[in-house]
């Protein structure tokens, strides 16, 4: 890279450990509830509406960065997408999340995962993703679920705290599990290959609850099918960026998916981080998104400690160590990547 | 201890870290939903209710240990009975958890937070305890709530999957965090007291959402409270347990709060949590309790992982690494309990 990165590249360059000039920070659901443009237009639907709105989506993908200037963009959209467009019969309730009429039980429901053609299947998702390339002046980032993720959506007809079913079926019938996480892995690399196609510039995988696994749960029954969704996109020659919560304990394995980039929530900090998975490791994170909700000093000590904590590596995409919470003032955010901003990358 | 322990004594020479002669075992809320027998006996009121008749909470006590015959029995209680008691207006809404009418928010709300005087605030508590001491074949372990999850309770108004409200007040003003955290930290050591002085003769102290801490913040405003609730009845001579899920992070840390026991959760290999609390660390824990809903091949090979793990180590308290989940099937638990029972300690 030259000296003098230009700002649109820094988010990339972050992303390969490449040096450049100023840390890249974007915020995990930067569009969304706590932004007052983005209610006073989502409308009270479920977001799979939203999302089929390509002139929608578009706009509210573009508000956090016109709000906070970020350095990159990530598509509105929702990792059960791509499991609705086939028909699997999945909604998003408002206020509670993601819930399926009939639940994944029995081998005949591989049936109803049919592959995805993402130009018939999610033509609105295309068409944000290629007027978002057009407009956006930072990277877009396309994502999918991880299939552990997915499957516990489908698995559990409801969010859980507990998993209990997904494990159930996990650990009984492995043989149907590892075919449901099979066809989770290409409905996520077809979806990601075709947002890659029509535009993004990076990817990010969000296998938001696999931290509720134990780690050689982990690594039997879901890293294989992770591995292979990064495998099948590395051709694209884009990021990949990998994320969950909770992953403390499977951040190494996480890392052995092959992604470039491994997102880390709150709890483990940086340098403990880079102690698990290497000196060179790139991570995305992680601010407390609660501590966005405390006093202006307390946030600034805490952006302070995530930096402090990274050390200076040019391989460090600032954002939080979860999405934005919707209480959130927008004037704190935006502060914060001020505050990431005046950081020189380096230091 | 002598070469053949009492089977009564396994379960306290373990929390020692002594040699015994079988593996002991107990399962967190082992008193609860998933027996058919506590369904045909609890009625459909609140929690605070049942555990307010004392001979209903003794019985309820007791059936775990007939069915499973478990190396110890927990008090039924809630960690929310000392500030009800105390009358902060916490009440426990079934199939909800405990919701507070008005939370916690302000320096005026400590003066909501009197001492306990347990033979006053919490009579039957005490008349459990001492009906339970009486008929027990295995000790009882009397239980509190840490400072922190009580607080977090008091402070959210009800269950949360963020804590926002609570770490904004904690970050936002430590001064009122640390007086609510030492008022809650004088009714859990009052209770932990009283329940010990009734006759139960070891402790729990669950801080079962301590895990949604980063560890710079669990130190700084967690840690020296949750000190003292050890360091304040460890005259009592009793074993303590420490207890929390998600904690992997913080597993150190809380150590360093001086219980004789670390609970671990599922998501730390016990070998691996002896790498990191030391090798002659006592433990309790750790199978996922959703992998109780497995097919008995692949819980009956958890349970060997589990002990396999602790390598024979005296110090291990066999244990869920969370709460029976309530679709358990009570005739797995019990399978499980001799299983555990059938591992000579040492192997």
Redesign the interface.
Known sequence: MPASTPAADCFLAACRGLPHDRTPVWFMRQAGRSLPEYRAIRGTGSILDAIADPELATEITLQPIRRYGTDAAILYSDIVVPVHAIGFGVDVRPGVGPVVDQPFERAADLDRLRPLDPEADTPYVLETVRSLAAELPVPLIGFAGAPFTVASYLIEGAPSR???????LM??DPDLWFALLDRLADLAITSLRSQVDAGARALQVFDSWA???????YERYVLPASRRVFAEVADLDVPRIHFGV?T???LPLMAAAGADVVGVD????LD?ARRRLGPDAVLQGNL????C???VE?VEA?VA?VLRRNGGHPGHVFNLGHGV?P?TDPGILGHVADLVHAHRSGD
């Open positions: 507990t998993y209990a079913r997904t494990k159930a650990l009984g931290g509720a696994l134990a780690p050689p749960d909770g403390g304990e499977i709150w709890r483990v900090p403990e407390d998104p609660a501590a909700l405390a006093p307390a805490a400690d919470l209480e």
